[in-house]
């Protein structure tokens, strides 16, 4: 059996080489933080009503956007918000959540896209923000990619707007998924 089993490890290694693809990237949970830096962010005020915040937050060419709104909200104080955002990236780093591994299935897209949709939250997660988000791109042919963020640089701009409430948010780790999920009981 076990020889069988390691044949058939071969033929697909060799049927993936043979076409030019590669065995898929998984990037387990603890690792799917945000990475680089956000020289270019530029942070605006819009609107404060109560304990309600509305923010602009936008990158420039080579921000590494996923790191920039983790920096915003420690910067900002933020325990909870909404966001979304268009724009334009020169990369990014899906993913596909593989629960049967508990890590996330790597969707590179290393060419320029257009931020069809960009949509996420913040909340904290050991009392620091943490940022979840899921993008969906498009490709010069009009084909899209699409999943949860794990990174990718701005290129030639993008806009997020962030909606920052009065009431925290927590999430707590879930063992059973292995993912920090947000939980509106806890208490911090």
Same mark, same amino acid.
């Given at each position: 059996?076990? *020889?069988?089993?390691?044949?058939?490890?071969?033929?697909?290694?060799?049927?993936?080489?043979? $076409?030019? *693809?590669?065995?898929?990237?998984?990037?387990?949970?603890?690792? =799917?933080?945000?990475?680089? $830096?956000?020289?270019?962010?530029?942070?605006?005020?819009?609107?404060?009503?109560?304990? *309600?915040?509305?923010?602009?937050?936008?990158? *420039?060419?080579?921000?590494?956007?996923?790191?920039?709104l983790t920096e915003f909200a420690n910067e900002y104080h933020v325990q909870s918000a909404h966001l979304t955002a268009v724009g334009g990236?020169?990369?990014? !780093?899906?993913?596909?959540?593989?629960?049967? !591994?508990?890590?996330y299935r790597v969707i590179p897209v290393y060419q320029q896209s257009e931020v069809d949709s960009l949509v996420g939250d913040i909340a904290?997660?050991?009392?620091?923000?943490?940022?979840?988000?899921?993008?969906?791109? $498009?490709?010069?042919?009009?084909?899209? !990619?699409?999943?949860?963020?794990?990174?990718?640089?701005?290129?030639?701009?993008?806009?997020?707007?962030?909606?920052?409430?009065?009431?925290?948010?927590?999430?707590?780790?879930?063992?059973?998924?292995?993912?920090?999920?947000?939980?509106?009981? =806890?208490?911090?």
């Amino acid at each position: 059996m076990k *020889q069988v089993f390691g044949s058939a490890i071969f033929l697909l290694a060799v049927s993936l080489c043979a $076409s030019g *693809q590669s065995a898929p990237e998984y990037v387990p949970t603890p690792q =799917a933080v945000p990475h680089g $830096s956000a020289p270019g962010m530029k942070v605006k005020l819009l609107n404060k009503n109560g304990g *309600q915040r509305d923010f602009a937050v936008v990158f *420039q060419p080579g921000d590494e956007f996923y790191a920039g709104l983790t920096e915003f909200a420690n910067e900002y104080h933020v325990q909870s918000a909404h966001l979304t955002a268009v724009g334009g990236l020169h990369d990014a !780093r899906l993913a596909w959540y593989d629960e049967s !591994r508990k890590a996330y299935r790597v969707i590179p897209v290393y060419q320029q896209s257009e931020v069809d949709s960009l949509v996420g939250d913040i909340a904290l997660l050991h009392g620091k923000p943490s940022v979840h988000m899921h993008c969906v791109v $498009s490709l010069e042919d009009g084909t899209t !990619r699409g999943g949860h963020v794990l990174g990718g640089h701005v290129s030639p701009l993008l806009e997020v707007w962030v909606t920052v409430n009065s009431t925290p948010l927590l999430k707590k780790h879930d063992d059973k998924t292995g993912l920090n999920l947000m939980d509106p009981d =806890a208490k911090p």
